[in-house]
């Protein structure tokens, strides 16, 4: 193979989708709405039966989205919510900005909030658990909910890289009280730009988080609370309409390219793969294996042009300013050391997947001999 692999390739699907995207684009200028309008409502009736709720509520991005769910929720200060320690800041970010406390979980094996540490976190004063479903996979909802139930506590799922995934028939996102979205270009559904998404099946919850979204309004200069704007631009919507047609034969890529790594990763001595990404649960959002010899592996995949990303380097106790929220965890804090994600996108080719896994093989190869001599 003599070009690069980069992580990602946003350019090759979107040269692919330009006469769709361009149509889509003069249709909107025609139009002349940028703001709401049809595509806007579309793209609402378009989740609303992919997602299987009842309302699905288009935002800006999906760091506005969990702002405005504890928004909705009327979280603030003095409350808690139990965020997992290894997430994108975004969510434990939208924690501190509503004023509360983000009170960080450990993580399992796969960087999911770990449900057994959970309970032992839950205070007088947590009001949500907010589980993450890292790198596209869904944590065991079943047992969180009754974890939330018994204690009667709010759940919103951030569901940010799980678009797609899917828990035993529940789509991610639509299991808790409010399910949170990103369409940032780089996740499995990407606008060609910054948008987001909330949804629920909670009437009273979904016309305060549409106020919240449109300047507190209830109907046009009806406003009713101190809201924001964070509406979705039309043009947002639309694009976002057009890619919804091509999301399965995406994701059936997606799964099928990480059937190869796994193929010929799954007995490599010192790595361990994603052995759930196959499942339905998992949207094959991030390919991310494990090892000691993390910094060595993607040095050696850099110098065979290939790309690989890091999520994330450090876990939230970590990182400066949510350190003083709490201890650092254990779990986390190592799994940072050792996670590399490999490239994983539609427009990867078999031959690319091979040459990668076939280059990681080598750097386990030569390692080994050297261990050897
Ligand atoms: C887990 C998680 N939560 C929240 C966000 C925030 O989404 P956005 O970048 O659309 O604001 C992201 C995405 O970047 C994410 O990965």
Partial sequence: MNKSIPFLNLQAMHFDLADDLQAKFKTILQQGVFSGGKEHDLLQAN??????????????????????????????????????????????????????????????????????????????????????HLYGMMVDMDRLMEIAASRQLWVV???????????????????????????????NLGALGEAGMLATNNPELAEEIGQIINHGQRNKDEHVSVGRNSRMDSLQAGFLNVKLDYFPAWQ????????????????????????????????????????????????????????????????????????AFGPLRKNAELLCKTILSLPLHPYLSEQEVQFISMKIAEFFKNRSANVRD
């Fill in 252 to 323: 059936a890529k997606r799964k099928e390219l990480a059937k190869t790594y796994l193929l010929h990763l799954q007995h490599i001595d010192g790595l361990l793969v994603p052995n759930h990404i196959l499942g339905t649960h998992h949207n094959a959002h991030l390919f991310v294996i494990r090892t000691n010899f993390r910094d060595e592996l993607k040095l050696f995949l850099e110098l065979n042009d290939i790309g690989t990303a890091i999520h994330y380097p450090l876990s939230l106790p970590e990182i400066p300013p949510y350190g």
């Fill in 157 to 187: 799922e951030d569901a940010a890289q799980s678009f797609g995934s899917v828990f035993q028939g529940k789509a991610a996102g639509s299991i808790g009280d409010i399910g949170c979205y990103s369409f940032y270009p780089t996740k």
């Fill in 47 to 132: 989740m609303q039966a992919y997602l299987g709720l009842a309302y699905c509520m288009p935002c800006a991005n999906g760091s506005d989205a969990l702002e405005i769910a504890l928004r909705a929720l009327k979280i603030g200060p003095g409350d808690e919510v139990i965020v997992p320690a290894i997430t994108c800041v975004a969510s434990a970010e939208a924690v501190c900005l509503v004023g509360a406390k983000p009170v960080f979980c450990d993580c399992d094996e796969h960087g999911l909030m770990d449900l057994t540490v959970l309970p032992s976190l839950i205070s007088p004063e947590t009001k949500v658990i907010m589980p993450v």
